[in-house]
């Protein structure tokens, strides 16, 4: 059974959530996208009892700070984990050219020369360019630049289990050119910043972001069955699962998920 672990759901300026983070897992292993602004995924993580040693692949769709820090810290400590031979096998980090290299001038700049010494050996970076084709957790990954209007970033297709289709969309709204990766999708994520009713007080679209509406129509047009909202706003999350879903329902006919922060999707 595939299942996607939801660590943290908030856009970058969240501080009542964690940033956007998730990860996938199946029988072959689990793979990290994105890591979240800091340190904190460590305890996220420790949390959801997922050993740092049963991390070896790692997406990453951008170098916004909410989405490259936590990579520095798990490096730092999977290094360490790997000095102590306490870890078997590679870390892999699949990301794109420009960010593979300030991945690695972050990591050479501030980490210790122990950890950046497995640099290139067993911590390797997988650089790819859009429409590439990546295997990766016994899984079918096709990348795609999103074409943001903001910072060069990746999202993916991933196919599964019999030829299911599992779509990342990344964090801005996906662009017509790209809609063929999520047509009838059987999972997709969207970024939905905040209610097209809150747009005046949240101003989604002065960032290049999404309401809840825009995501739930796009899937609607494109035949996804099951569509996950998150990198949402912060300030309304006692009512969030309701208030997003409801609006979501609104305009698409199939499942609806608005996850907190740790839970469990199965798909």
């Known amino acids: 059974m595939t299942r996607i672990r939801i660590l943290g759901t908030g856009n970058a300026q969240a501080t009542n959530c964690y940033n956007t983070c998730l990860t996938i897992e199946n029988e072959e292993g689990i793979l990290l996208v994105d890591a979240g602004g800091g340190n904190g995924i460590l305890k996220i993580l420790e949390d959801q009892n997922i050993p740092l040693s049963s991390i070896h692949d790692i997406f990453v769709t951008h170098a916004h700070t909410d989405h490259i820090f936590g990579v520095i810290w798990l490096i730092r400590r999977i290094g360490e984990t790997m000095a102590k031979g306490k870890y ?63 910072m060069k970033q990746f999202g993916f297709q991933m196919k599964y289990e019999g030829g299911k289709i599992l779509l990342d969309s990344g964090d801005e709204p996906l662009l017509e050119e790209n809609c063929h990766y999520a047509e009838n999708a059987d999972f997709m994520t969207h970024e939905a910043f905040c209610l097209y009713e809150d747009r005046d007080r949240f101003n989604p679209y002065e960032k290049h972001h999404s309401t809840a509406m825009d995501a739930a129509k796009k899937a609607e047009t494109l035949g996804v069955r099951n569509l996950i909202l998150y990198h949402t706003e912060d300030k309304t999350l006692s009512t969030r699962k309701e208030r997003y879903t409801a609006e979501a329902k609104a305009y698409y006919s199939g499942n609806v998920y608005v996850p907190d922060d740790g839970e469990i999707i199965e798909i």
């Open 88 to 150: 078997e096998g590679n870390l892999t980090i699949y990301c794109h050219k420009e960010l593979a290299d300030l991945i690695e001038y972050i990591s050479r700049s501030i980490l210790t020369k122990k950890v950046i010494s497995f640099i290139g050996e067993r911590i390797i970076f997988s650089v790819h360019e859009s429409g590439d084709k990546r295997r990766i957790i016994g899984n079918e990954f096709t990348v795609f630049d999103i074409g943001s209007t903001k």
